[in-house]
């Protein structure tokens, strides 16, 4: 058996602690250092995991020093989105054979591209943390596509809320993720911005409608605020049948099953219905796929590397792309700063009802009500 490998995290909010989860449940790692401007932050860190033998961290207040002093295989990236391409590239640079970066992948496609490059140069594993790729039921609805169970997908419907680069990241990997990596190959859109809304530092919509297609022939759309609706479900039609996808079953509907067959796979390390199912699952199976991918063990690709986290976030960016230019975006996305960001600087988007608030806010510690974003 490999040595388990050591892992630094960067960043311990509740994005890392999911990574922790994933680490510590897999038997594959040990987490030997921590990083993050907040002591507390790193305290209640340590509380999550202190009953763990192979957690073992030592803190780190300044993230560089520990990249530089810890001797790690493994670097999670957990800060605010600003940060991941700068925290990205500082451990792609320090000798490390993995980095796992949370999502979005970055603020802009150009700092995403960055990431990218940096990993690329020194032989660095990128993965970015799409999670859900690996729930039973996802994956269930994926095979049932591709052994033809509903014919060819027409479309694919799914609700979300709170910013398409914030939550509906996940849904546009969802969509490349059921369609087997299907490329998208144009994007279609409009947003709704009447509040001066931040998620992670990051300008987002109130509202926003969200179309695309792929080179499958598929569209699918996003209804983002729209409508009292939300959640990580997807609404899939085809030629020949229909699926109705959740995080933990799914419904499916065809010439053969006499009405919807409701099918609930089962889960390898939590059980449907359980408490933080999702978290625990998609964490943990994870975990255990990065690890034999950085150590060369793996079967099969991994599922959730930079490239695919890329195309995630430019489907969004081509979303804002689409509101900025007044056109049907054409893939790959030429522009690499944020286009949203840009409409609002330049007036193109004026707040109704002013007044700048963070939805994640609720993350900081302390007295801080606003990202430092000259030390993310």
Request: charged share 25%; hydrophobic share 40%.
């Amino acid at each position: 058996m490999a040595d388990k490998l050591r892992v630094g995290v960067i960043g311990c909010g509740e994005m890392t602690v999911n990574h922790g989860i994933g680490y510590m449940n897999s038997s594959k790692y040990e987490i030997v250092a921590i990083s993050d401007l907040s002591d507390q932050a790193m305290k209640d860190y340590d509380e999550h995991f202190a009953e763990w033998d192979d957690y073992k961290a030592e803190h780190f207040s300044d993230a560089l020093e520990m990249l530089e002093k810890s001797n790690l295989d493994v670097v999670s990236v957990g800060v605010w989105d600003i940060g991941h391409s700068a925290m990205t590239r500082a451990a792609a640079s320090s000798g490390i054979k993995a980095v796992l970066c949370e999502k979005p992948m970055a603020d802009t496609l150009g700092a995403a591209n960055d990431m990218m490059l940096v990993c690329r140069r020194n032989g660095v594993k990128l993965a970015v943390g799409h999670q859900r790729r690996w729930l039973p039921a996802y994956t269930l609805a994926k095979n049932l596509i591709a052994d033809g169970e509903i014919g060819e997908v027409s479309f694919i419907k799914v609700y979300a809320r709170d910013g398409l680069p914030n939550y509906s990241s996940h849904q546009a990997d969802l969509f490349r993720y059921l369609l087997s990596n299907a490329e998208c190959t144009w994007a279609m859109g409009n947003v709704e911005r009447e509040t001066d809304r931040w998620a992670r530092a990051i300008p987002i919509e109130d509202k926003a409608l969200a179309v695309f297609g792929f080179d499958t022939g598929t569209e699918a759309m996003i209804l983002s605020g729209l409508t009292p609706k939300h959640g990580w479900g997807a609404e899939i039609f085809g030629t020949e049948g229909m699926i109705n996808l959740t995080l933990q079953d799914l419904r499916v509907m065809n010439g053969g099953t006499n009405g919807w067959d409701h099918r609930v796979p089962r889960g390898n390390h939590a059980t449907p219905g359980d408490a933080n199912f999702e978290v625990i699952e998609g964490s943990i199976e994870q975990a255990h796929a990065f690890a034999d991918w950085v150590n060369g063990d793996a079967t099969e690709e991994y599922r959730s590397d930079g490239e695919s986290g890329y195309k995630a976030l430019e489907m969004v960016h081509a979303i804002y792309e689409s509101v900025r230019t007044h056109t049907q975006v054409q893939l790959p996305v030429k522009t690499m700063v944020h286009p949203l960001g840009v409409m609002i600087d330049d007036g193109h988007l004026p707040v109704r009802y002013p007044g700048r608030f963070d939805i994640r806010n609720r993350t900081l510690r302390g007295d801080n009500v606003t990202l430092d974003t000259e030390n993310p």
